[in-house]
């Protein structure tokens, strides 16, 4: 005898009724192909922040090592997906950013996922700001420890929970520069609340890699952070560097123990020679030319004296991130599908993906944007904006 437990409309039939829900609240999230050529828009919702990502020497550091290693890296790291060309990227990943050891994953997510689950085994203790990136927030799901999470950029709720712990190990888990208002945390005052208590401290530096520190080494870098060994930083190839993929920088010790207990580094398909290739053009290029950190961080404080100027509620950006804050989802939306049509591609940040509720118009400063530009984006932003 048969019992009928979903409705007629089948087993996934609720998903409908989730779509319904997101159509009504204005949260309908659609793909939406990039054109080749840009289609005439000035970008500034992607995160190509050092305008790297067609550079000449970085689109030929993917080709040449997709004609000599192939399309894809054909295995997980450990099997066959590792050819000298990653090797390379870390040794110059881990020496540029003032580090022992660099591993270089799939993705920056990949990344996170490993760093934060293999060094959280259970019974330790994960310490994650409010405001950290999913990928961190996934991470801290997956690890084996508890989570608390404490007020997002107060290193005194950090002191807190550390000290109400109840020994065991202990990590702290942040992100560098927040990705949503383009602030960054405390990390030298993170790091001495660690210390008082014998913690790890992970930093999550997307953001900070090729804006902050001296010629764009980094957050922890800028820190004083880089090379302690209690000290741990996950980075994306996908920003600064024009590339895709990520890495974890730490000791020796710490990148041992990845290789050996890290599932997303394990389980998964080696990084693709190509987009290897391109990162490590991309971070000679910048080694070469420090400048390009220095004026993304330039043209990010240009956008929003601009932005404020005009009367926009803009947060003060610490790296490459400009944040304009919007009245509602809805508002938000038609903000950013205004300003596409007269040829400025904003981001649009706005509930569920913002931790705070707010929704906001999230700009990309890019160390290739002419003052001309800035100009005109600032006219259309501001033109467009509700009233």
């Given at each position: 005898?048969?019992?009928?437990?979903?409705?007629?409309?089948?087993?996934?039939?609720?998903?409908?009724?989730?779509?319904?829900?997101?159509?009504?609240?204005?949260?309908?999230?659609?793909?939406?192909?990039r054109p080749a050529d840009a289609g005439g828009l000035l970008d500034l919702a992607g995160n190509d922040y050092l305008g790297l990502t067609r550079h000449p020497e970085v689109t030929e550091g993917a080709a040449g090592a997709a004609r000599r290693w192939g399309g894809g890296?054909?295995?997980?790291?450990?099997?066959?997906?590792?050819?000298?060309?990653?090797?390379?990227?870390?040794?110059?990943?881990?020496?540029?950013?003032?580090?022992?050891?660099?591993?270089?994953?799939?993705?920056?997510?990949?990344a996170n996922l490993a760093a934060v689950t293999a060094l959280a085994p259970h019974g330790s203790l994960v310490v994650s700001d409010a405001g950290n990136h999913a990928s961190l927030i996934d991470g801290c799901r997956l690890a084996r420890g508890t989570t608390q999470v404490v007020p997002h950029a107060d290193p005194d709720a950090v002191r807190k929970t550390l000290d109400a712990a109840q020994g065991g190990p202990a990590v702290v888990?942040?992100?560098?520069?927040?990705?949503?208002?383009?602030?960054?945390?405390?990390?030298?005052?993170?790091?001495?609340?660690?210390?008082?208590?014998?913690?790890?401290?992970?930093?999550?530096?997307?953001?900070?890699?090729?804006?902050?520190?001296?010629?764009?080494?980094?957050?922890?870098?800028?820190?004083?952070?880089?090379?302690?060994?209690?000290?741990?930083?996950?980075?994306?190839?996908?920003?600064?560097?024009?590339?895709?993929?990520?890495?974890?920088?730490?000791?020796?010790?710490?990148?041992?123990?990845?290789?050996?207990?890290a599932r997303t580094f394990i389980f998964d398909t080696g990084l693709a020679p190509a987009a290897a290739g391109a990162a490590l053009a991309a971070l000679r290029l910048l080694r070469r030319e420090p400048e390009?950190?220095?004026?993304?961080?330039?043209?990010?404080?240009?956008?929003?004296?601009?932005?404020?100027?005009?009367?926009?509620?803009?947060?003060?950006?610490?790296?490459?991130?400009?944040?304009?804050?919007?009245?509602?989802?809805?508002?938000?939306?038609?903000?950013?599908?205004?300003?596409?049509?007269?040829?400025?591609?904003v981001g649009c940040f706005r509930p569920p993906s913002v931790p705070d509720g707010i929704s906001r118009l999230r700009l990309t400063a890019r160390a290739d944007l002419t003052d001309a530009q800035i100009a005109g984006a600032v006219r259309v932003i501001s033109r467009s904006a509700p009233r």
């Amino acid at each position: 005898m048969s019992t009928n437990r979903h409705p007629a409309s089948g087993a996934f039939g609720w998903i409908d009724e989730q779509a319904r829900l997101r159509a009504e609240a204005g949260l309908v999230r659609t793909l939406r192909p990039r054109p080749a050529d840009a289609g005439g828009l000035l970008d500034l919702a992607g995160n190509d922040y050092l305008g790297l990502t067609r550079h000449p020497e970085v689109t030929e550091g993917a080709a040449g090592a997709a004609r000599r290693w192939g399309g894809g890296a054909t295995g997980s790291r450990l099997v066959t997906g590792t050819t000298e060309l990653h090797a390379e990227l870390e040794r110059e990943l881990a020496a540029f950013c003032g580090f022992e050891a660099a591993l270089v994953f799939s993705s920056g997510y990949a990344a996170n996922l490993a760093a934060v689950t293999a060094l959280a085994p259970h019974g330790s203790l994960v310490v994650s700001d409010a405001g950290n990136h999913a990928s961190l927030i996934d991470g801290c799901r997956l690890a084996r420890g508890t989570t608390q999470v404490v007020p997002h950029a107060d290193p005194d709720a950090v002191r807190k929970t550390l000290d109400a712990a109840q020994g065991g190990p202990a990590v702290v888990v942040s992100d560098s520069v927040f990705s949503v208002d383009g602030d960054m945390a405390p990390l030298g005052r993170l790091a001495a609340a660690c210390r008082e208590f014998g913690a790890g401290l992970i930093i999550d530096d997307a953001h900070g890699l090729g804006v902050l520190g001296d010629g764009g080494r980094g957050a922890a870098a800028a820190a004083g952070l880089a090379g302690a060994d209690d000290t741990v930083v996950t980075l994306t190839l996908s920003k600064s560097l024009g590339s895709q993929g990520g890495a974890v920088l730490g000791s020796a010790q710490v990148v041992a123990h990845l290789v050996n207990a890290a599932r997303t580094f394990i389980f998964d398909t080696g990084l693709a020679p190509a987009a290897a290739g391109a990162a490590l053009a991309a971070l000679r290029l910048l080694r070469r030319e420090p400048e390009r950190a220095t004026r993304a961080r330039a043209v990010a404080a240009e956008l929003h004296r601009r932005l404020t100027a005009e009367g926009l509620s803009a947060v003060r950006p610490d790296a490459a991130v400009v944040s304009v804050r919007a009245p509602s989802p809805e508002q938000a939306v038609q903000w950013a599908a205004d300003c596409r049509a007269e040829g400025l591609a904003v981001g649009c940040f706005r509930p569920p993906s913002v931790p705070d509720g707010i929704s906001r118009l999230r700009l990309t400063a890019r160390a290739d944007l002419t003052d001309a530009q800035i100009a005109g984006a600032v006219r259309v932003i501001s033109r467009s904006a509700p009233r």
